[in-house]
């Protein structure tokens, strides 16, 4: 089975900052890869897919890249509603692992 | 609108057994796959399985097969996620998610969850 491993685990930043999330896959998966970020309580909410495609509705100051076994989300700008928890997911047609979380505090 | 409904909160006993729902509305619910992901509390997310109503095609996570049970109702757009003996651990938020379409599998349309609780 194919694992997703996201680093770092926590990171601490302040409103304005650029971040980057990395998420590494333990095989190959080609772009088939989403970012999702979630709130307390709250549903996860599809921030990007197709590694790099964003989702109708999210602020271009997120992005995505990568392909193969590397990805990174990056958020350009941070605003203060951006303070959450992020995960990658890696979809196909018979399993769909997430990385573990990264979570984005206000430093 | 489309979006998936869950049902309430439970509270269980260890041994019990719970069936779970998620109903779907505003789109054709046997032409897209519904899955299962459960959020342990201060945890991340899991997936658990995933099933497609038009023929009941279900794929589990090996860690949950044997474990929990994925089925639908097409006559009322509703998947469920059942458990025969629940344990302890099953406590935690259970979402049910749809993928975009069955090429472009992310899950662009979540339900709210359903808190499972299981304790004696």
């Known amino acids: 089975d194919i694992q997703m491993t996201q680093s770092p685990s926590t990171l601490s930043a302040f409103v304005g900052d650029r971040v980057t999330i990395t998420c590494r896959a333990s095989?190959?998966?080609?772009?088939?890869l989403a970012w999702y970020q979630q709130k307390p309580g709250k549903a996860p909410k599809l921030l990007i897919y197709?590694?790099?495609t964003l989702e109708s509705g999210v602020p271009s100051r997120f992005s995505g890249s990568g392909s193969g076994t590397e990805f990174t989300l990056t958020i350009d700008n941070l605003q203060p509603d951006d303070f959450a928890t992020y995960y990658c997911?890696?979809?196909?047609?018979?399993?769909?692992?997430f990385g573990q979380g990264t979570k984005l505090e206000l430093k | 609108d489309v979006q998936l409904v869950q049902s309430e909160a439970e509270v269980k006993k260890p041994g019990e057994s719970l069936k779970i729902s998620c109903q779907a509305s505003?789109?054709?619910?046997?032409?897209?796959?519904i899955g299962w992901v459960r959020q342990m509390p201060g945890k991340g997310l899991e997936w658990m399985g995933i099933?497609?109503?038009?023929?009941?095609?279900?794929r589990y996570n090996p860690s949950f097969e044997g474990h929990v049970t994925i089925s639908v109702d097409k006559s009322t757009n509703t998947a469920y996620l059942q458990w025969s003996s629940l344990k302890a651990s099953d406590s935690a938020l259970y979402y049910c998610?749809?993928?975009?379409?069955?090429?472009?599998?992310?899950?662009?349309?979540w339900g709210r969850g359903t808190l499972v609780t299981v304790s004696s």
């Open positions: 998610a749809r993928p975009y379409t069955s090429t472009h599998r992310y899950f662009d349309l």
């Open positions: 505003g789109y054709t619910f046997t032409t897209y796959w």
């Open positions: 099933i497609y109503p038009g023929d009941s095609d279900t």
């Open positions: 095989q190959s998966i080609n772009t088939w």
């Open positions: 197709k590694a790099s």
């Open positions: 997911h890696h979809y196909t047609a018979y399993s769909y692992p």
